[in-house]
């Protein structure tokens, strides 16, 4: 138990990647994959995020009475990774509707199948 | 300048004959003026050569220390006039054995024809190695078009042949002997006395000394002969020029400027022990299969991968006497096989005939054509007045210097197997009856051609002084 | 105006891209892009003779100084990579015009101009930029970039091969943030050069080797290191023409340089070469693409499939000179960014004018015959790229041929060199198939018109491979730029 308490937030990261992972490869559906994909991305934030918190620092906000503040910067590093994953979503999600439109369905093996039925 | 001249010229003229396609008579005059003009400016630059001069160009370096460079010596004019001279009387020849066949594609023929001469320039005046690799590889791309020129299936599987096993051979073998050269030499000119003197010995450097003689696929050492008789899809002058002479010359001229001028006569004997082994065995393994052969062509094409390897077995006994006779014989086989080719091309267009079974008694129709075939064959056999006798005697007292009883006893046997496999044609030209319908000679072009280079061959024999000169001052 | 340089360098291309997409006229679009391509080249080129001249140059963004804030710098080797990306991009640029006037439907082409823009401005940030994070930025910048300009290809399985790239491409992204973000974990700092010093102290902590890995990994999805290349083949066979001639000059060529730069200059070489087996796994891997892609290339029916199978295997080239680690070796591997792209960049735009004629569908080897005929022109660029491609001599490809093998005999590893001479010799299999194509079968008999490419595409096409010559003649720019690269390279392993 001692070895998981320090690192809990390590831990869920790892999950959390594994998991995405797993999701992206494992699931055919093309939705899913991009849910895997976001599990995936969502590991990175808490990654970063995490251990920018001190033991007992403050918001970092300059004040009086403080000596030790968090770290801001995985914030701002984050927030341009969350930024990334959105629009990557959006462009995922943009592509799965046209796939839709084209082959009639969002599951992966159903797609090659047409592809391979057409002869390409 | 001079020097920059003759690379241009074949070039330019590709370029302008190109332009005439639709005027045939003044694109063939083109091709002759070219050939005539390159002949010339080459034969001007033969007596500063003789004179020990070395004219040289330099061009950029691709490589920091390793220039595109051409410097004229003795071995390099030889070849380029024997290229340039053979190239006039070809075009001749091309232009009966092309109109009178009624073969397409004249225009790319002749460009293609011209471009091939100007790589085969470009090796003969290399300076160094990577200039020689760079025109080496082009003749063969250029070369291909006139390989596979009927455009066929058994063209394009012929030219495959011709292009995977050349390309093959110096990709895999000789852009690596290079390499390792450069990195032990440390420069890539040709240098008299050679650069790897002292650099490499035992195992290491027969190794290397393997990956030049297998990577100058063009030299036809066996097992990597099989282009050559694959290339005889090809139109018969392109046999002619481009087999008897321009490729097959580069090859086996590429393997002497190796030995010379890369590891020098001086480089340990050892390494190159196993060489005239492997050039024995393809002399006599290539006469057997050319005594066999029925159709005419095949026959000679065997016969010229037998006569390379004349010229590798010399090379490789590093005796200043088979050097001279190595370096003859490029051009006594080049006037001989050349003739013997434009004779075929001869009876194919006359008679339709392509297997020597079907010659009979065809010396009596084309009288001409077989009297210079005859002299083509007495060159090959090494019999005088014809001028492979010269470079025979030369190859012999070399391998008696050398002391080389192996090399000896292979050129007498192969002797024999030349008389076996020429002179029956001639007998059965001449003293047979002929069958079939009644024809004469050839394309009065064609048989002009033939007799010139016959008469060349001749000459040769009586007047040997250039060329032995140009190979004395080898060795 | 010079001394900000390296901020219009990417500025130039990124305000381009919304302009085009608030103009939404099809010219005003085309024009920006060429004038901005145009444009960037000769930003880049002025770079790279001032850092010949003066060392490298350190920029920061805004006036904040590193490690701080963001730093631009450029030195000889990312001086090398802007060049070539922009050199590329001048010849695409000007092609774009017909190319996409015929394969994109009207109302959507001022928007993949944009996209154009905005990969090529993420594709140059990534090249200048000297922090890690800020590079990631970048990244991201011109994969989505990229992944539109693959979707929009005519036929409907570009739309999954680009849903299958971004996946990948988005996992390596992850991927090598999730380096950065282990080493900043341990180090505090974004900043190459910041980094490269903390590093020196800390290289071998477990962190430190997971990020090695991780970014490794990621950066490998992104070049298509095999047998992360999956995407590859699908990717450039189905996008439109000009992305993918744009795509298989500058993508790959771009995320190796970030390889090269985190190998050699923020992790420490050293400990990277002597106490890990970087070397044996990257020739084993660059041996394995070169011979493996090679021989899945002669088998393809698509022919921009093919080459892109082909590309796969040119990028083990690459790979290759970090596996030998030396002088000669970098130097190949440097040169081949540019003597790749401009090869691989002529036989993508001249196989799109050949699309453009033979009109929808895939470009196959039926499409191909007869060629010498139809397309005269063409066919003899196609000729001479292909050449360049199997490495003979005269051309760009063979003068990364001969430094990777002088490279291999300073290692002594005699395999490497007979691995190169292999991949060479398969290269002339899949080359020669249409050459053959082209010049030994007929044209059926409908198609058999003689009909060049447009103007514009085909000189675009022609000038490329006739820079595919000239790179093998006239080396005073890729030899010399890459020499100085591999030496600057180098000299952080002493």
Redesign the interface.
């Known amino acids: 138990m001692s070895a998981l308490a320090p690192h809990f937030s390590y831990w869920v990261t790892l999950f959390l990647m594994v998991a995405g992972l797993y999701i992206l490869i494992a699931r055919g559906n093309l939705v899913k994959k991009l849910i895997g994909l976001a599990v995936l991305q969502s590991s990175v934030y808490l990654l970063y995020i995490a251990p920018g918190k001190l033991l007992g620092g403050t918001a970092p906000i300059v004040a009086a009475g403080f000596s030790t503040y968090s770290n801001p910067l995985p914030h701002v590093l984050i927030l341009t990774a969350i930024v990334v994953g959105v629009a990557t979503l959006a462009l995922g999600l943009a592509i799965t509707v046209r796939i839709r439109e084209a082959y009639g369905s969002i599951e992966e093996d159903e797609i090659l199948e047409r592809d391979r039925a057409e002869g390409r | 300048m001079i020097v920059a001249l003759c690379l241009l010229l074949p070039v330019a003229a590709a370029a302008w004959l190109a332009l005439c396609h639709r005027r045939p008579n003044l694109r063939e005059a083109v091709s002759l003026a070219a050939a005539a003009g390159l002949f010339a400016c080459v034969a001007s630059l033969s007596g500063e050569v003789l004179r020990g001069g070395r004219p040289a160009l330099v061009l950029g370096e691709i490589f920091p220390g390793l220039p595109v460079a051409f410097v004229l010596e003795p071995l390099g004019l030889m070849f380029a006039l024997i290229a340039s001279g053979l190239w006039f009387v070809s075009i001749v020849y091309s232009i009966g054995y092309l109109r009178g066949n009624g073969e397409r594609h004249q225009t790319r023929f002749f460009a293609c024809f011209a471009l091939a001469i100007a790589a085969a320039i470009g090796v003969a005046f290399a300076g160094n190695l990577l200039t020689l690799y760079l025109f080496y590889e082009a003749l063969t791309l250029v070369t291909w078009p006139l390989v596979t020129h009927h455009g066929d299936d058994a063209a394009r599987r012929g030219g495959r042949v011709y292009l995977g096993l050349l390309v093959a051979s110096s990709m895999l073998f000789l852009l690596p002997a290079m390499a390792i050269t450069w990195w032990l030499g440390g420069t890539l000119d040709f240098t008299p006395g050679g650069i790897l003197g002292g650099k490499v010995s035992g195992g290491a450097a027969a190794g290397l000394v393997a990956l030049y003689a297998f990577g100058i696929g063009k030299a036809a050492l066996m097992p990597l002969h099989r282009w050559l008789p694959a290339a005889m899809v090809a139109p018969t002058p392109v046999s002619a020029l481009l087999h008897a002479v321009a490729v097959v010359k580069a090859g086996v001229f590429s393997i002497v400027k190796v030995v010379v001028y890369v590891f020098g006569l001086d480089f340990e004997p050892a390494a190159f022990a196993w060489l005239p082994w492997v050039a024995g065995f393809t002399i006599l393994a290539a006469s057997v299969v050319a005594l066999r052969a029925d159709n005419l062509k095949r026959r000679l094409a065997y016969s010229t991968v037998s006569q390379l390897s004349y010229v590798v077995l010399a090379a490789a006994l590093l005796a200043p006497l088979s050097i001279v006779g190595a370096a003859l014989h490029i051009a006594a086989h080049a006037v001989g096989k050349i003739t013997l080719f434009f004779a075929a091309g001869a009876v194919y267009t006359a008679a339709r005939k392509t297997l020597v079974s079907e010659l009979d008694g065809l010396g009596r129709r084309m009288p001409w054509t077989f009297a210079a075939f005859g002299i083509g064959a007495l060159s090959m056999i090494g019999l005088p007045p014809a001028a492979g006798f010269v470079s025979k005697w030369f190859m012999v007292s070399g391998a008696i210097e050398a002391q080389h009883w192996m090399a000896l006893a292979v050129i007498a046997a192969s002797t024999l197997l030349n008389a076996g496999y020429f002179l029956p044609i001639v007998y059965r030209a001449f003293f047979r009856p002929a069958g079939g319908e009644m024809h004469g000679e050839a394309p009065w072009t064609m048989v002009a051609a033939l007799v010139f280079t016959a008469a060349l061959t001749v000459a040769m024999f009586f007047w040997a002084d250039l060329p032995l000169a140009l190979a004395r001052s080898l060795a | 105006m010079l001394e900000h340089l390296p901020a219009l360098q990417v500025v130039l291309p990124l305000v381009a891209a919304p302009l085009i997409v608030l103009a939404r006229s099809t010219r005003f679009a085309w024009l920006a892009t060429t004038v901005v391509s145009y444009a960037c080249l000769v930003c880049a080129a002025l770079l790279a003779s001032r850092v010949a001249d003066g060392g490298a140059i350190s920029y920061a963004l805004g006036n904040w100084p590193p490690p701080w804030g963001i730093e631009y710098r450029v030195d000889a080797l990312s001086a090398f990579v802007l060049v070539a990306v922009s050199l590329t991009a001048s010849f695409v640029a000007p092609y774009a015009q017909r190319s996409i006037a015929a394969e994109i439907e009207p109302d959507r082409q001022y928007l993949m101009y944009a996209m154009y823009c905005l990969c090529l401005a993420g594709l140059l940030g990534m090249a200048i930029t000297g922090d890690a ?1 800020n590079l ?2 970048f990244l ?1 910048i011109s994969s ?1 970039a990229s ?2 300009l693959i ?1 929009l290809g005519r036929r ?2 570009a ?2 091969a ?2 299958q790239y ?2 990948l491409g ?2 390596g ?2 991927f090598y ?2 380096g950065v ?2 080493l ?2 341990v180090t505090g700092t974004l900043n190459f050069a910041d980094l490269a010093e903390r590093l020196r102290m800390v290289q071998d902590l477990r962190p430190v080797l997971a990020a090695l890995a991780f970014i490794t990994v990621g950066m490998g999805l992104k070049f298509a290191l095999f047998p992360l290349h999956q995407w590859l083949p699908n990717a450039y066979a189905f996008a439109p023409s000009m992305a993918t001639a744009f795509l298989a000059a500058t993508a790959t060529k771009v995320s190796v340089y970030v390889l090269l730069r985190y190998y050699f200059t923020v992790f420490d070489p050293a400990a990277l070469f002597e106490r890990l087996p970087t070397r044996e796994i990257f020739l084993l891997l660059s041996v394995a693409a070169m011979v493996v892609a090679s021989l899945a290339a002669v088998y393809q029916r698509d022919v921009k499939r093919l080459f892109a199978w082909s590309s796969v295997a040119q990028v083990g080239y690459i790979t290759l000179g970090i596996g030998l680690e030396n002088q000669a070796g970098l130097t190949g591997s440097i040169t081949h960014l540019l003597n790749h792209g401009v090869t691989k960049g002529a036989i993508f735009l001249l196989l799109g004018g050949v699309a453009l004629r033979a009109g929808a569908g ?1 470009v196959t080897m039926e499409t191909l015959a007869g060629l010498g005929r139809r397309m005269p022109l063409t066919a003899l660029g196609l000729v001479v790229a292909g ?1 360049s491609l ?5 051309t760009a490809g063979f ?1 990364t ?2 430094y990777l ?2 490279g291999a ?2 290692r002594g590893a005699w395999w490497v ?2 691995a190169i ?2 991949s ?2 398969i290269a ?1 299999a899949y080359v ?1 198939r249409v050459v ?1 194509a082209a ?2 079968r007929e044209a059926p008999a409908p198609a058999a018109a003689r009909r060049e490419a447009p103007a514009g595409m085909l000189a675009a096409g022609l000038a490329m491979a006739g820079l595919c010559v000239y790179f ?4 005073s720019i890729n ?1 010399e730029g890459a020499h100085a690269a591999a030496a600057l390279l180098l000299r952080g392993a002493q």
């Not at chain 3, 199997?390 to 005269?394: D, E, K, R, S, W």
């Not at chain 3, 093998?472 to 080396?475: K, L, R």
């Open positions: 994070f990631f930025v991201e989505l992944y539109v979707a409907r399985q739309l999954f680009a849903y971004m996946l988005t996992v992204a992850t943030v999730i973000g282990l900043y974990l895939a050449l199997i490495g003979l001599p005269g003068v041929k001969w093998i002088v005999l300073e060199v007979a001479a292999a060479s010799l002339v020669w053959e010049y030994l093998g003649f006239f080396t030899v």
